[in-house]
């Protein structure tokens, strides 16, 4: 059964970087579309970025196209979210998400059209003034 682990998150100031990464064990994640997602207490889960298995599909909510790049890398079993411009309405807990099933279109993932069967417990986002 695939698990996932994301690490990478932090304490960063207004206008800092982080890169985040989902490692995935107990399975091959080429067989997943995969995604990033965050929350905040006192908001609802947000869909941030997903990639489809070939990586040629990505989706980014507009609040951080132009800011943040997801990648995967396969051979390593990872996924990659690389964030800039980071601003306090980007903190979250951050999770990382794995869909395995019928082709969709990437967004669907990150819409919550189709909802992804294997998750991480998260790492936390908090970016400062």
């Known amino acids: 059964q695939l698990q996932l682990m994301e690490s990478g998150g932090g304490l960063v100031q207004f206008g800092g970087s982080l890169r985040l990464s989902c490692a995935a064990s107990?399975?091959?994640?080429?067989?997943?579309?995969i995604g990033w997602f965050r929350q905040d207490p006192g908001k609802e889960r947000e869909g941030v970025s997903c990639?489809?298995?070939?990586?040629?599909?990505?989706y980014y909510t507009d609040s951080v196209k132009d800011r943040f790049v997801i990648s995967r890398d396969d051979a390593k079993n990872t996924m990659y979210l690389q964030m800039t411009a980071l601003t306090p309405e980007d903190t979250g807990l951050y999770y990382c998400?794995?869909?395995?099933?019928?082709?969709?279109?990437?967004?669907?993932?990150?819409?919550?059209?189709?909802?992804?069967?294997?998750w991480g417990l998260g790492t936390q986002v908090t970016v400062s003034l």
């Open positions: 107990g399975d091959s994640l080429d067989r997943f579309s």
């Open positions: 990639i489809g298995r070939s990586g040629d599909s990505t």
């Open positions: 998400a794995a869909f395995e099933g019928r082709i969709v279109p990437v967004q669907a993932l990150c819409d919550g059209t189709v909802r992804g069967q294997y």
